[in-house]
């Protein structure tokens, strides 16, 4: 039972549009949630996170969404640049505890 | 602050072997995960542990262990190594609870 699911493997954006990447969980006990970006041979760099108490957070060009109703979270990144190709990956735990990663969605930006 | 580093980045072995492999943990961080992640594949979680106990395991076979040293380092072992267990091993620290850093990962490859 997979837990976190980024059912988009992969999404290609124009350079300059906004890239959304969505998350679905499963488990509402879940409370705190967290985003990190890929790049080939190199450990996943955390890039923003949300704690259940917000429905929001921002930073700089990245945003996530959380519908804690819908299970359901979002990056959004705006201005999309060909530096943000990468795999991105949700992740989501309980009390700040281990965390539940999705399988990653590949974000390729064309110049 | 020094990063999460991990030894060896590159392993070639046969089936059958054993492996240890290395995390140091960023300074003053007490818990440590370990994660494999083979392609195509979320980041699968391994276990953590913190002030040298384990404090989560996830859904892998008594073939892999782990230890974490009174200095918060730690190593982990594959015993009888399969194909299957050819992945990027990923070593995270992180302090208490909350944020997640990554190392670059070792990248087990077992013919």
């Known amino acids: 039972d997979q837990q976190v699911k980024q059912n988009s493997p992969s999404l290609s954006v124009q350079e300059g549009r906004i890239s959304i990447l969505n998350c679905d969980y499963t488990n509402s006990m879940f409370d705190y949630f967290l985003w990190y970006k890929k790049y080939p041979a190199e450990g996943p760099t955390f890039l923003i996170s949300i704690s259940s108490i917000k429905d929001k957070n921002e930073d700089g060009r990245f945003t996530v969404f959380l519908n804690k109703s819908a299970k359901h979270l979002s990056l959004h990144i705006v201005p999309s640049q060909p530096g943000d190709s990468a795999v991105y990956f949700c992740a989501a735990s309980v009390d700040a505890g281990k965390s539940t990663f999705g399988d990653g969605t590949t974000l390729t930006v064309k110049p | 602050k020094a990063g999460v580093t991990q030894t060896p980045r590159y392993l070639i072995k046969t089936r059958g072997q054993q492996v240890t492999l290395s995390c140091s943990p960023i300074s003053g961080h007490r818990s440590v995960s370990w994660y494999q992640q083979t392609p195509g594949q979320g980041l699968q979680f391994l276990f953590e542990?913190?002030?040298?106990?384990?404090?989560n395991k996830g859904n892998f076979p008594g073939r892999f262990s782990g230890r974490q040293f009174s200095n918060s380092r730690s190593e982990m072992n594959v015993s009888t190594l399969e194909l299957g267990d050819s992945a990027l091993y990923l070593c995270?620290?992180?302090?208490?609870?909350?944020?997640?850093?990554f190392g670059p990962g070792t990248r087990l490859l077992v013919l």
């Open positions: 995270a620290s992180k302090h208490r609870a909350g944020t997640q850093y």
């Open positions: 542990y913190f002030s040298e106990t384990q404090r």
